[in-house]
Every structure is written in structure tokens, then in C-alpha cells.
């Protein structure tokens, strides 16, 4: 199971920015996936999840609103599109998934905001 995540970056505050997480090495189109989130200094929080289908999506209350993950299963890939940054989303962040019983990461991409 490996994951690859692309699109992070330096963007000012209210700016918008979509993450790529793609997939590879396993069914993708069987699992849930899911973006985390690490700020310096804090854990690793869910942002957001999605089933396999793409059907139901799952948010932190605090990118409600703001954030939009989705996928597409024929590129095994899952986006997160993020708009109306602020300065408390500056963190590293990863994209995950549960495959047979174990927890796989990929190795993260880093969202900077700032003014």
C-alpha cells in the first residue's frame, strides 16, 4: 500500500489549495479514505473522511464548510479541496487509509498559510 500526496504549499489567508493523495498497491475502490492533519507542536487530527464509493463525507467541525474531499476511483485518487484558508490550517497533511487490518500514510505535504 503506498500513497503519494501532491499540492501543498505556501498560499495567504483566504486563499484555496487542493490536495492529491494518489493511491497505489491495493483495491482503492474497496476502502474509506481519509485526509489528517499535523500542526508543529499537536497531534495528528482527522480533517476528513469518505467511503469507498464517495457517497458519504465526514468533516472536522473545523473546515466545515470549507474543505471538500472527494474522489475518483478510476485514477485512485482522493482530492481535498480547500478554500477560505486561515492561518490555524498550516499544518502537514496526510492522506490515509485502513487496508486489511493496518493503518498506512502516505508521507504528507506541507500547507503553509500566511500573510
Known amino acids: 500500500v503506498q500513497f503519494v500526496e501532491s499540492g501543498g504549499g505556501l498560499v495567504q489567508p483566504g486563499g484555496s489549495l487542493r490536495l492529491s493523495c494518489v493511491a497505489s498497491?491495493?483495491?482503492?475502490?474497496?476502502?474509506?479514505m481519509s485526509w489528517y492533519r499535523q500542526a508543529p507542536g499537536k497531534e495528528r487530527e482527522l480533517v476528513a473522511s469518505i467511503s469507498s464509493g464517495g457517497g458519504i463525507t465526514k468533516y472536522a467541525d473545523s473546515v466545515k464548510g470549507r474543505f471538500t474531499i472527494s474522489r475518483d476511483n478510476a485514477k485512485n485518487t482522493v482530492y481535498l479541496q480547500m478554500n477560505s484558508l486561515k492561518l490555524e490550517d498550516t499544518a502537514v497533511y496526510y492522506c490515509?487509509?485502513?487496508?486489511?487490518?493496518?493503518?498506512?500514510w502516505g508521507q504528507g505535504t506541507q500547507v503553509t498559510v500566511s500573510s
Open positions: 490515509s487509509a485502513r487496508v486489511r487490518g493496518l493503518t498506512y
Open positions: 498497491a491495493f483495491t482503492f475502490s474497496n476502502y474509506g
